[in-house]
């Protein structure tokens, strides 16, 4: 299927034992959303001031969007950068999609694959990515081959300096003024303007809290006034530094009348970058722990999504594109097969129910062979884990810690998990992956 292709073919959401089809209704397509997807890089669960934080970080500005909508209790993401962001641009794990790293040319996403912002766009949206993208460095695996028509940020998973640097515009590269998360939120209030008769998909992938860990110093200074060290420090007042801009993003759509109309999402793209706080979950960044790929994600659209929702559904960033389809009513492009579920039923109260599911993950140790592990599984009660020559098992239920492997006291459970994993690497790794 040829990527440019993209008709009104059948839009189907997939995941084994269970077809779904959703969509808001026909009289959705004349007043649809505006969206402003907003992820961090490399920031934790912990690092949100609600989730117990014991350094007295602001993130008020990110908790506005879960208290004025719904934030999922357990979303999950990849254990690195560019996987997520491919699982979250085209619903499909990330392994399918020719990304198994983060470097070597295994972060480069597939032409073929249909994103979100393909979507879009062939239903009329402007769309604009302002950040970092991690999916392929030349056209067309970047932003602009891949849907967007505006791009302001960087194409690889590292950028070296963050004040007064040079970013990629579109296909030129500019110098900047200021400091880079200034400067990419400069760049999509811009957008929204500009776009503000019309609707707009707003993709703002911040690079922060990634290293290098550089900050103004009065962001760095307030936490190492607290004893931490440099580093976390530097971190923390990134994240505070980030979530003020997020709050401009917040009142450009309030002052522009665009609020009630906008669904606004955040979440992160993996588990903390360094060993800091994270709600006494196992794992950081790289980890197929719990505390590797458990992200917040917040979402709220006034007037549609009920204030303080807490959804306890398992969720994952394959689900982002079915949903924001769903929510949208956009045309309803023939896609690659999706492997995420529309939330909408959720979110929109509708009653509708999900049987029970597996939601995989896999993370790549070095740039040569793709192996079957590390490797995880997670239901609602337990986690699977295989990172050697046995699993571990855990009852996330009883133990949230991971603390105690009861693989010997649930064989059963063991063998299946360990078959189901083992089907389903096979079935996204199909099609050979190379560098």
Same mark, same amino acid.
């Given at each position: 299927?040829?990527?440019? !292709? ?21 009289? =959705? ?29 602001? %993130? *008020? ?16 993401v ?7 962001? =491919? *699982?979250?641009? %085209?619903?499909?794990?990330h392994?399918?999609? +020719? #990304? ?7 972060? %480069?996403?597939?032409? /073929? ?11 009329? &949206? ?16 970047? $932003? ?12 690889? +998973?590292?950028? !070296?300096? &963050? ?11 500019? @110098? %900047? ?15 929204? /303007? ?22 103004? /110093? ?7 006034? @607290? ?9 923390y007042?990134?994240?505070e ?13 309030t ?32 980890? #197929? ?6 992200? $917040? ?5 006034? +007037?549609?999504?009920?204030a ?14 079915? !949903? ?8 309803? $492009? ?17 009653? #509708?129910?999900? $049987?029970?599911?597996?939601? &995989?993950?896999?993370?790549?140790n ?15 009660? &337990?986690?699977? #884990? ?14 949230? +810690?991971?603390?105690i ?7 059963d ?15 996204? !790794? ?6």
């Amino acid at each position: 299927m040829s990527k440019k !292709t993209l008709g009104s073919a059948f839009f189907c959401f997939l995941i084994p034992g269970f077809l779904f089809s959703q969509s808001i209704g026909s009289d =959705a397509q004349h007043s649809r959303p505006n969206i402003v997807l907003i992820m961090a890089d490399d920031m934790g669960w912990g690092d949100i001031g609600q989730n117990g934080n014991p350094y007295n970080i602001n %993130t *008020s500005n990110i908790e506005r969007i879960a208290r004025e909508g719904a934030q999922f209790d357990r979303f999950f993401v990849s254990p690195l950068c560019a996987p997520t962001r =491919a *699982s979250l641009l %085209t619903g499909r794990y990330h392994l399918r999609t +020719g #990304v198994a790293s983060v470097t070597g040319g295994l972060e %480069t996403m597939r032409t /073929e694959e249909v994103t979100f912002a393909e979507a879009f766009k062939s239903s009329g &949206y402007a769309t604009g990515i302002f950040g970092k993208w991690h999916n392929g460095a030349h056209f067309p695996q970047d $932003p602009n081959g891949q849907g967007f028509d505006e791009f302001l940020g960087f194409c690889g +998973g590292h950028w !070296t300096n &963050y004040f007064n640097t040079q970013l990629q515009h579109n296909q030129q590269m500019v @110098k %900047t003024k200021g400091y880079i998360t200034d400067v990419l939120t400069n760049a999509a209030l811009s957008f929204i /303007e500009k776009n503000q008769k019309k609707q707009f998909l707003c993709y703002i992938p911040y690079n922060a809290p990634h290293g290098p860990f550089q900050v103004e /110093e009065k962001y760095f200074k307030k936490f190492k006034l @607290k004893g931490i060290n440099d580093k976390d420090a530097a971190i923390y007042g990134m994240v505070e530094n980030m979530d003020e801009n997020i709050g401009r993003v917040l009142r450009k759509l309030t002052d522009l009348n665009l609020r009630n109309n906008t669904i606004v999402i955040f979440l992160t793209d993996n588990g903390p970058n360094s060993q800091r706080y994270n709600g006494r979950m196992k794992g950081t960044k790289g980890s #197929v722990d719990e505390g590797g790929i458990r992200v $917040p994600f917040y979402i709220s659209w006034p +007037g549609k999504i009920k204030a303080n929702t807490v959804i306890k559904q398992l969720a994952a960033a394959i689900d982002i594109f079915p !949903t924001l389809a769903a929510l949208s009513g956009i045309s309803r $492009p023939k896609t690659l097969p999706l492997d995420g579920v529309s939330l909408a039923p959720f979110l929109l109260n509708t009653g #509708v129910n999900l $049987p029970e599911r597996s939601i &995989y993950t896999h993370v790549m140790n070095g740039i040569k062979d793709i192996k079957p592990f590390p490797g995880s599984l997670r239901t609602d009660r &337990y986690r699977y #884990v295989r990172d050697s020559a046995r699993g571990l098992l855990y009852d996330m239920i009883a133990d949230p +810690g991971q603390k105690i492997d009861i693989a010997n006291q649930k064989p059963d459970v063991v063998a299946a998990f360990d078959s189901g994993y083992s089907k389903w690497f096979a079935e996204v !790794t199909e099609k050979k992956i190379s560098s």
